[in-house]
């Protein structure tokens, strides 16, 4: 850029000068109407061109809209029918995988704790009252001096 900084300096002066020039010529002969009316036209026909020129983009602009939103309508309706099958996959999974795991988990610790009671070697307690117990168990053995089991 700065190795053309002088041509356009001088390209400015000598575009002030053809203008001053013409417009002391314009003047002298008056010419003023017919260069108003010949500005008028060139300023009506270059808007004409402009305004082709911003129709057409606008054409191009709703033609690439129209484009995206056909090729992005595919992509949500396969993504909408793969969460509808993930969803459905986890109802499944849920339904026959974790329900009746969840189940039998409790059918068994439920059976345990009735056959405890049972046989005797233990009286049905609330989770709060073992709670308390092991920690009543935990106390005694740091009294005592050794470690508990569960030390984490």
């Known amino acids: 850029m700065e190795k053309y900084k002088p041509y356009i300096i001088i390209g400015a002066i000598a575009a002030a000068v053809i203008i001053i020039a013409f417009v002391v010529v ?9 260069v108003v009316d010949i500005v008028l036209v060139l300023t009506a026909l270059l808007s004409l061109i ?12 709703i033609r690439t809209i129209q484009g995206t ?7 949500l309706e ?3 029918a793969t969460s509808s099958t993930v969803q459905a996959t986890a109802k499944t ?3 026959f995988g974790v329900s ?4 039998t988990a409790s059918f068994v610790v439920g059976a345990g704790e009735i056959a405890s009671t049972i046989l005797g070697r233990g009286r049905p307690r609330k989770r709060s009252e073992k709670r308390q117990q092991r920690r ?14 569960d030390s984490r």
Do not use: H, Y
């Not at 314009?26 to 017919?34: D, K, L, N, Q």
């Open 100 to 103: 009746p795991s969840v189940r």
């Open 136 to 149: 009543k168990e935990i106390e005694r053995e740091i009294a005592a001096g050794g470690m508990s089991d």
């Open 78 to 80: 396969s993504l909408k």
């Open 26 to 34: 314009a003047t002298i002969f008056s010419w003023w109407p017919v």
């Open 50 to 61: 402009m305004l082709g020129a911003l129709t057409f983009a606008t054409i191009v602009l």
């Open 93 to 95: 999974a849920s339904a």
């Open 69 to 75: 939103r056909d090729e992005i309508m595919p992509v």
